[in-house]
């Protein structure tokens, strides 16, 4: 009995890991270029008490084996870059990546980092940068006098500034990818960075050599699907509930015994 006790509880365990993953999920439904997690799990060592194979007697082999589990662990924590939805802002410095690809920000202190949140802003010194006031790289400068800002597919960012009838190009929004996204880690603030995992970023031009095209006037929302999550939140709200009837059950077994040994 005592082993369902143990077995049943790394089951409550990895549920409540499942609960807590769709807890953030959910959280930031409504965050710009978020990617959901889900939870990757593995089973424990297994007690053999029967090799498969094992001779059970004399010329007689035992087409099976005969074996307990321990229960479950966590593997790893998965982020499923699958496309957010388009929504049009209307905002000329809004940019939403169609496909593979992340802008490239510099932090303070001078690292770099990688996001799909496109939500530009100008700063004091006409630098395009994130909401959190961090500049993309490399970076780009609006003049002071530009009238309109256009930025095209391909990432080039196009002013018409003072006077002038005709558009110049102030600079393009490079994009960067990963042979391994799923191995960039979690920075919290729409910020992602690279881990031995994920392999080096492989820089290259919008529209170009498999990185996706850059969409201005749009976000690219989560892709967190409500109705996927609650699902998922429930299935794993019954599992959790019968691991706690398994350790009951397993307690029940073990008073009965000790009634029939007193």
């Given at each position: 009995?005592?082993?369902a006790f ?11 890991m ?19 997690s ?15 194979g094992?001779?059970?007697?004399a ?10 589990g ?84 391909d990432g ?25 996204p799923a ?6 603030g ?5 881990s ?31 109705v ?29 015994a ?5």
């Amino acid at each position: 009995m005592l082993r369902a006790f143990s077995t049943a509880a790394t089951g409550m365990t990895a549920q409540q890991m499942i609960v807590d993953t769709i807890a953030n999920n959910l959280a930031n439904i409504n965050t710009v270029g978020f990617k959901r997690s889900q939870v990757d799990f593995q089973d424990l060592m297994y007690v053999k008490l029967l090799e498969p194979g094992q001779e059970v007697a004399a010329g007689v082999i035992a087409p099976s084996g005969f074996e307990i589990g321990s229960g479950v662990r966590p593997a790893s924590t998965l982020k499923v870059f699958t496309q957010g939805e388009m929504q049009n802002t209307g905002r000329s410095l809004d940019v939403a990546i169609q496909g593979d690809g992340f802008f490239q920000v510099t932090l303070p202190g001078g690292e770099t980092r990688y996001t799909r949140d496109g939500s530009l802003r100008v700063n004091a010194n006409g630098q395009l940068t994130t909401s959190s006031g961090y500049t993309l790289e490399p970076a780009i400068t609006i003049p002071s006098d530009a009238r309109s800002i256009s930025i095209g597919e391909d990432g080039t960012v196009s002013v018409f500034a003072g006077s002038s009838g005709s558009p110049s190009t102030v600079g393009t929004i490079a994009l960067v990818r990963f042979s391994n996204p799923a191995g960039l880690t979690n920075e919290g603030g729409n910020l992602l960075a690279q881990s031995p995992a994920s392999g080096a970023p492989i820089s290259g031009t919008a529209g170009q050599g498999g990185f996706g095209t850059i969409m201005q006037a749009f976000l690219e929302r989560s892709n967190v699907q409500m109705v996927n999550e609650l699902v998922n939140l429930i299935t794993a709200q019954r599992a959790y509930e019968i691991n706690s009837r398994a350790i009951r059950a397993g307690d029940e077994m073990l008073t009965t015994a000790n009634r029939l040994i007193s």
